[in-house]
Structures are given as structure tokens and as C-alpha cells.
């Protein structure tokens, strides 16, 4: 890239070529760019993409039935046609591992899901409603003393085990935080001169809230929602193991291992199968998280 | 300071007594009569009368709330409805191997993750920052019982150092006492060692660019000593809050440690409560961890005038 050089200048007076100090920018396609400007947030949703593919075509990856019992092939090593060996009633370890998928993910999302919504709406109503506040923040308070696990814990104890029954105990084990979160945004929004402008323009309440401070919930939302699916999958587990979670006749990836508890010391492969992909669904939620939060916080953005 | 710590002390109180009406009004709140759930589903009439009767489900909810909150100020948490025995009894035995386990993990996360913090806030962006960083997520990402049967099985069955399974109590000699907890403590402290290293290299990075790291560095302080003594006593805050408020993932992994490593402790007890459906017993863990976990962070609220002498109460 030069210029070129007027006629009458002798040669000593006209500049070399300049050599290349910026490197011309090499069109790359946008995926490539949001790869490069966000890896955590692609490998999340790599790991979650793959995890949704496994639960969606769960039938037709080489699975059968996986309550099939057999009493015959019991305790089989991982083989060809067992991939995963069978468990001790002859059940094909695989097959309630790729069905276990859909468990952790149904769990994880409706919690996340119902939490969040729920949460929001707590928040909201406390940050805006003054006498309320004190009352809701009290209840969170409470609610927030007991750890969540044994909370959930205590609401499963009482009902019929069932993924529902799971969904709503872990969702109301999580509703505090997030309503905590919200209201603290709220207040912190109150005080900004937009919405100050909004209520001096004469915006009513239901307008103020749904036009000017919920999409500013969003980013913090977001980004706690996904925390919440990573941590509602680990109490599912965590749930199911202990034998407090889905009923034993679904194939979670909790109930997997807690079924090879007792044999695990000869046949370490049950529990760890189920351990892997458990621990890959979380990453891949969390990294999802962690992404999220460097992308969504304005300060960290300025950041190289 | 003194006025201070008596209010903090009393608003402690609102707290406990929304958790008490919660784990109270439980039974109630559930779908079905209560009575009947807890027997199972093979009870006769008689045996779910009688559970009826013990819990005194035939009462106005008030009375029984006002009832079960007295006996709870006089230290009675009401009776086992599977073994017959009073329930604080029940948690007497099994509390000293949890509490063992909580505190010797407590210690060793400290130890191992504060330096891991400090370390990677003060290499930011090097190598040693980035690997402390993916074991961290790591370590959020992967379920207590899965760190527990990794370990087992690589230091316990492949290599056989530890033992596999068990507890033996600190009367049968510290040694032995100490190495069937080496690693349950590891177990239980990996996510927590995970919060704690994140912390600590996040309120690192605030304080490592303040003015006064800079005058300690320019007057010739060592690196040990501007990293350890003046930044981290001046990071501590935010560390403490994390500490404290981690103890619920501490003690939500316990109950899942003691079963992975059969541990007789409370989360045993709690274990075996659910399979039984003994109410009283779940209620009476739930309120006393919840009461604890309230304790700590109580503590935690006070040392902070300790790290930061500009907070005054």
C-alpha cells in the first residue's frame, strides 16, 4: 500500500514501501469472530447443544428399552453390545444414561424457568411495593437460612417422589436468591435519573416496570438463571442419590448412581458413567454462566 | 459496638422464627393428609392414627405451632416416630463425626484455596492464573459424590493409602481419626475450595491496584509481604462473607459425603429420616443446621470490624 510517488522527486527523497504495521484485517465470518470474542460462551453452548441433541434423539442412538430388565446379563462389563456394561438387574447401563439425559435437562431448565419468572416477580413487587419489602425480605431471609439441599430435602420428604414434586421442591430451595438479586437491581434503578424522568413524564406503575425496569433485570437475570440450572441439576442428583428424588423406576442420572453405590468398589463403571456426563452438563451450564457475566457486565467489558 | 452486636444478635431472631414456622407449617402445606404419607403406603388405620395422634395433627394449628416452638426454647426437638427416642438425642450421637468433618474441611480449604487465590490474582492472566481459574470451574461443575468416588477410588482402592469407607471417632487415636476424614474433607471442600480460590483472586484484583500496594511495593516490601500482609488483610472482607455464606454448600455436601463415605453422622441420620419418612427427626436436623448456619454468619458480620477497622458499629 503506497503512495505513489510525484515525478520531479529524485529517488532518495520518496519513501520505501512501508512495511505492513497493521495487519490487514482478515474477513472472518461471524461465527468465527463470536468464537474468538466469546470461547466460554461457545463451549458452553457446544457441551448444552450436544447434551439437547443426546435427550432430543435419545431413541435413536443405538439405545433400548431402559427399564428392560434381564436378569441373565447381570453385572456385564462394557462389551460392544453393551457399551456401558449392564447394572445388577441387567439393565443396559447406556441406554439409562442417554435416557438419564433428559431428566437432568427437563429439571435444570424448569427450574431454572420457574425460579427465575417467580423470583422476578418477588423482587419486583418488593422493590416497589414499600411496605411489602420488609415482610418479603424477611420470609427470603428465612428461607435463605435453611441450605438449599436440605430444604428441598424436607419439602420431598412430605410429598410422593416425582420429577414434578423435584422441580417444585429445588425451584422454591432457589426462588430467594433471585428475588434477593431483583430487588436489589430495583433499588438501584429507583435511584437513576431515567426512571426519575419517567415518573416525572407521568408513566404509570405497570408501564414504569414492564417498559423501563424489567429489561434492565434481564443481564443479572440471565446470568443467575443459568447458575440456577447448573445447581438445580447437581440437587436433582444429589436428590435422587440420597433416595429423596425422581422415583427409582426413572432412569435420572441420580438414581443410576445411587443404584451402583452399594457395587461400586467392583464395578466402578456404573457410577462413573453417569458421573461423567453429569459433571459435562454443569460445565457446560456454567461456562454458558461465567460467559454470560463478562459479556453482560458493561464494567468488565472495557476490559482487554 | 456493644449496642451493635445486641441488635445483630436480635435480628438474628425474625430469622429463626420464619425458619421454625416454615419446618412447622411443612407438614401442613403438603398435598394429602400428612399422617398418611408419613406411615406409607402399606399403614393401617391404626398406625396412622397413631402417627396422627404423636404429632398432634389433630389440633388447631396455632396451639401446635405455640406448643412445638416452647419445647424447641426448652431443647426438646419432640420424639423419632420410627425408633421412640427424643430427637436431640438422636442427634447427639451422630454429631461428632459431622462436626469434625465440617471443621477439618473449613481448615483445609483455607489453607489450600487462599493461597490458590492469592496466587492467581498476583499472576493474573499467566499460567499458573489461568489453571487455578479452569480448576475452579471445574470444581463448581463437578457433584460432591463424584469428587468422592474419584477419590476413593484412585487413593483408597487403586493406591491404598486411606481408607475406603468409615469413620473412627478422635478416641481411638488423632492419627487414624484423621486419616479416615482426609478424604471425605476433600470431597466435601472441593466446590468449596473452588468459591473460595474465586473470591479471593476477584477482591485480590480490587485491591492490588490501589494506591497504598503501590508505596508498599515502592518502599521495598517483599512480594510475600505486600501480597499476604497488605492486600489480603485488606481483600478479607468480601473472603469471610464467602466463607460464611459457603458453610450451606457445606452442609448440603455433608449429607451426600456421609453417604458416599458411610460416615455415621447427621447427614446419615437425615438420610435414613427420609427413607423412613420420620418427620420429626428431618425437622429437628433442618432447624438445627439452619441454626447453625445463622451462627456462622452471625460471626462472620463481626469479624469484619477485625479486618476493617473502618467499619464501625
Known amino acids: ?304 | 459496638m456493644g449496642t451493635y452486636l445486641l441488635r445483630r444478635v436480635l435480628a438474628t431472631i425474625p430469622v429463626m422464627a420464619v425458619v421454625a414456622l416454615f419446618v412447622f407449617s411443612l407438614l401442613y402445606i403438603a398435598p394429602g393428609d400428612p399422617a398418611a404419607v408419613i406411615a406409607g403406603d402399606q399403614a393401617s388405620p391404626e398406625q396412622i392414627a397413631h402417627i396422627r395422634a404423636s404429632l398432634g395433627l389433630d389440633r388447631p394449628f396455632l396451639v401446635r405451632f405455640g406448643d412445638w416452638l416452647w419445647h424447641i426454647l426448652h431443647g426438646d426437638l419432640g420424639t423419632s416416630i420410627f425408633t421412640n427416642l427424643p430427637v436431640t438425642h438422636m442427634i447427639a450421637q451422630r454429631i461428632q463425626p459431622t462436626l469434625s468433618l465440617m471443621v477439618f474441611t473449613i481448615a483445609l480449604s483455607l489453607i489450600i484455596a487462599i493461597p490458590m487465590g492469592v496466587i492467581a490474582a498476583w499472576q493474573q492472566g499467566k499460567w499458573p492464573d489461568r489453571l487455578i481459574m479452569v480448576f475452579a470451574v471445574l470444581g463448581f461443575s463437578t457433584p460432591v459424590f463424584v469428587i468422592g468416588y474419584v477419590l476413593a477410588f484412585v487413593f483408597a482402592l487403586e493406591l491404598k493409602l486411606l481408607p475406603v469407607q468409615g469413620f473412627t471417632p478422635i478416641e481411638q487415636g488423632f492419627w487414624p481419626f484423621l486419616r479416615s476424614l482426609i478424604l471425605p474433607a476433600f470431597t466435601l471442600g472441593g466446590i468449596y475450595i473452588a468459591l473460595i480460590a474465586r473470591i479471593t483472586r476477584a477482591a485480590m484484583l480490587d485491591v492490588l491496584s490501589q494506591d497504598y500496594i503501590r508505596t508498599a511495593r515502592a518502599k521495598g516490601l517483599g512480594q510475600g509481604a505486600v501480597l499476604f500482609v497488605h492486600a489480603l488483610k485488606n481483600a478479607a472482607v468480601p473472603i469471610v462473607t464467602v466463607v460464611g455464606l459457603g458453610v450451606a454448600l457445606l452442609i448440603g455436601g455433608a449429607v451426600v459425603t456421609e453417604s458416599v463415605f458411610a460416615i455415621p453422622g447427621l447427614g446419615r441420620l437425615t438420610v435414613d429420616a427420609i427413607l423412613r419418612r420420620d418427620y420429626p427427626v428431618i425437622q429437628g436436623v433442618v432447624l438445627l443446621f439452619s441454626f447453625v448456619y445463622v451462627l456462622v454468619n452471625l460471626a462472620v458480620d463481626l469479624l469484619y470490624t477485625v479486618f476493617d477497622p473502618r467499619i464501625r458499629y
Not at chain 1, 427470603?140 to 420431598?156: E, K, N, Q, T
Open chain 1, 1 to 304: 500500500m503506497s503512495l505513489s510517488p510525484p515525478r520531479a522527486l529524485p529517488a532518495e527523497f520518496i519513501a520505501p514501501d512501508l512495511p505492513e504495521l497493521v495487519k490487514p484485517r482478515r474477513k472472518r465470518g461471524r461465527l468465527a469472530r463470536f468464537i474468538i470474542r466469546h470461547p466460554t460462551i461457545f463451549a458452553g453452548l457446544v457441551l448444552i447443544g450436544l447434551m439437547l441433541l443426546i435427550a432430543l434423539l435419545a431413541p435413536f442412538l443405538g439405545t433400548t428399552d431402559p427399564t428392560a430388565l434381564a436378569p441373565a446379563r447381570r453385572l456385564r462389563p462394557p462389551s460392544a453390545q453393551y457399551w456401558f456394561g449392564t447394572d445388577m438387574l441387567g439393565r443396559d447401563v447406556y441406554s439409562r444414561v442417554i435416557y438419564g439425559t433428559r431428566v437432568s435437562l427437563i429439571v435444570g431448565f424448569a427450574v431454572a424457568f420457574l425460579a427465575a419468572v417467580t423470583g422476578l416477580a418477588i423482587g419486583l413487587v418488593a422493590g416497589f411495593v414499600r411496605w411489602s419489602d420488609a415482610i418479603i425480605m424477611r420470609v427470603m431471609d428465612g428461607l435463605m437460612s435453611i441450605p438449599p439441599i436440605l430444604l428441598a430435602i424436607a419439602l420431598i420428604a412430605l410429598t410422593r417422589g416425582s420429577v414434578q414434586n423435584v422441580v417444585i421442591a429445588i425451584t422454591i430451595s432457589e426462588i430467594p436468591r433471585v428475588a434477593r438479586l431483583i430487588r436489589s437491581v430495583v433499588l438501584g434503578l429507583r435511584e437513576l435519573p431515567f426512571i426519575e424522568a419517567a415518573i416525572a413524564c407521568g408513566t404509570r406503575t405497570p408501564k414504569l416496570i414492564l417498559r423501563h425496569v424489567l429489561p434492565n433485570t434481564l443481564a443479572p437475570l440471565a446470568v443467575q438463571a443459568t447458575y440456577i440450572c447448573a445447581s438445580a441439576m447437581i440437587t436433582e442428583a444429589i436428590l435422587s442419590f440420597i433416595g429423596a428424588g425422581t422415583p427409582p423406576t426413572i432412569p435420572s442420572w441420580g438414581n443410576i448412581m445411587a443404584e451402583g453405590r452399594a457395587l461400586w468398589q467392583i464395578k466402578p463403571s456404573i457410577v462413573f458413567f453417569p458421573a461423567i456426563f453429569l459433571s459435562a452438563t454443569v460445565l457446560g451450564v456454567n461456562l454458558l454462566g461465567d460467559g454470560l457475566r463478562d459479556a453482560l457486565d458493561p464494567r468488565r467489558a472495557l476490559r482487554p
